[in-house]
């Protein structure tokens, strides 16, 4: 846009908004140097994008027309989200664009600009990425990334997607969860509305968080931020820690309390939790005296569910950190095993042969364990009747790694990285009841195998004779003493030569 566009633009905005609008605009977008630089609608300040998925040069002001709206996504906190196109240099990006209407910016616009003001300071790989903004006459624009799959919990609750996001797929969702979360810890930001419904696919293995609708920024020297009550203030109480309900305090330990619900959101498949119960009465089951808390979702891990009831710690400060969880995620990833028989054991898990299942807790006293197959069905299960399953994805977490070389490998000087969680621990009773070499040779019992392989091999390998070895051992000993007898023969008959010759001399 060159500047006559730039101050045309900017004198018919001042003519349909006040004057302050724009000023407060300006100054929570952009630094005081740029304030003062003439052409500040021009374009924001660059920020470095580590490998962005789409060509972007900066977060800038976007032109009106260079924004295509297609349909609408929904109605979000302050208007309508809406789906479209912007064209950026000739290349058409899929956008989200969330509209502030005319009339609620002449009402209220300043939490939607602290919005876009936060989100512009933003910048992680599973936090929604803000492409610029769009200053019309008739409404405020953010641009911002596009999710293919919608939102988390819309995912969860379509039946048809249920197989697309099992058990091992939440856990790894929960660590970019909080991966994106700590972040936010770091640059001092508290969300105050984390919840699936903020929580955008973009495919099966990756979500973002988004809506910063009700976040703010900590001021220096403070670890808190505490609001003043309104009647247009909307908290998702379900979702809330009890000071927050309470007090109106929020904190990075509340929205570790919302992480914990979000957990309990995923792993019941979209359960609406607290459903049925008002906020006052929310408040009275969570809150002292009570001390109430959600129950164990079905398809929730043993691990998980410990991990989510230190997340809901009454008081803040015994809440695990962001950064904490991080490192403990990890280690809480659910064990698979694969059945090697079918099963229709009445009150059990029904599988069959060769279905992976995720162990959900192995019990203390009881011999059975619970699973829950990709399907989601649950049911308890004789680990006897299983083999660890060495063959799921690996998790999109980053544990300590360590490096292997092979001195014989020609590319050694490409040292290979392996993590601590591809090494599997024996699960359940394995036992080694046979084996099958590369060329289909065999011994010991493989009856387990069944009729699922009829070309297998039935040559069973010649027993190994430690005394065919002694034997032969024995023989090439023999055969090299032999050797030095005759040798020992021959030096002698040397010598006696030699020492007739000097005595003819």
């Known amino acids: 846009m060159s500047k006559p566009e730039m101050r045309r ?44 998925s789409v060509r972007v040069p900066n977060k800038h002001m976007i032109p009106a027309d260079a924004i295509i709206v297609n349909k609408e996504l929904g109605v979000g906190e302050f ?3 809406q789906q479209g196109v912007w064209t950026n240099d000739g290349e058409r990006i899929q956008v989200a664009i969330k509209c502030l209407s005319r009339e609620r910016m002449q009402n209220n616009p300043i939490e939607f600009l602290k919005e876009a003001a936060i989100m512009h300071s933003i910048d992680h790989e599973h936090i929604v990425r803000l492409y610029g903004v769009v200053l019309d ?7 911002t990334e596009l999710a293919p799959l919608r939102s988390l919990l819309e995912c969860l609750k379509e039946p048809s997607l249920r197989a697309s996001f099992p058990v091992l797929s939440l856990c790894d969702f929960a660590v970019q969860i909080a991966d994106g979360m700590q972040y936010l810890e770091t640059k001092r930001l508290i969300h105050r509305d984390l919840a699936a419904r ?23 020297g403070k670890d808190y931020y505490q609001t003043n009550f309104n009647v247009n203030l909307k908290l998702p109480i379900a ?36 459903a049925a119960l008002t906020g006052h009465q929310i408040l009275e089951a969570i809150d002292e005296p009570n001390f109430q808390r959600l129950e164990q979702p079905e398809c929730c891990p043993k691990e998980y569910f410990s991990l989510m009831q230190q997340c809901w710690q009454h008081e803040p400060l015994k809440r695990p950190k962001f950064a904490d969880l991080i490192n403990l995620l990890p280690e809480l990833k659910p064990e698979q095993v694969q059945a090697v028989q079918d099963s229709i054991e009445p009150g059990q898990l029904v599988y069959r042969q060769s279905d992976i299942i995720t162990v959900l807790d192995k019990g203390s006293t009881n011999t059975l364990w619970k699973g829950v197959l990709n399907n989601g069905k649950t049911g308890f299960f004789n680990p006897a009747h299983t083999i660890a399953y060495l063959g799921s994805n690996l998790p999109s977490n980053k544990p300590g790694e360590f ?45 387990f195998l069944g009729g699922k392989y009829p070309h297998l091999p ?3 390998v010649t027993p190994y004779k430690p005394q065919e070895d002694a034997t032969d051992n024995s023989s090439q000993i023999s055969n090299q003493d ?8 021959e030096s002698a008959r040397e010598s006696r030569s030699v020492q007739d010759i000097e005595s003819k001399h």
């Open 79 to 81: 208007g309508v989200v």
């Open 458 to 460: 039935r040559q069973v």
């Open 403 to 447: 490096t292997r070389g092979d001195g014989k490998n020609a590319y050694s000087s490409q040292r290979r990285k392996i993590r601590t969680d591809m090494i599997s621990s024996p699960q359940g009773d394995l036992k080694h009841t046979g084996h099958v070499g590369l060329d289909g040779a065999y011994f010991g019992d493989i009856s």
């Open 239 to 274: 979702w809330c820690a009890p000071e927050c309900i309470s007090y109106l305090k929020f904190t990075s330990a509340s929205d570790v309390w919302a992480y914990g619900v979000t957990l309990y959101e995923m792993f019941s498949y979209g359960f609406q939790p607290w």
């Open 137 to 143: 006459t008739n409404s405020l624009m953010l641009v």
């Open 482 to 489: 032999a050797r030095n007898t005759d040798m020992n023969t």
């Open 198 to 220: 903020n929580i955008l696919v973009f495919s099966k293995n990756k979500v973002k968080i988004s809506d910063f609708g009700l976040s703010r920024a900590l001021g220096v």
């Open 9 to 52: 633009l900017k004198k018919y905005f001042q003519k349909h908004f006040p004057q302050n609008y724009l000023s407060k605009f300006k100054k929570m977008l952009l630094p005081k140097r740029e304030e003062q630089s003439p052409g500040v609608l021009g374009m924001l300040p660059e920020e470095r994008q580590d490998k962005p």
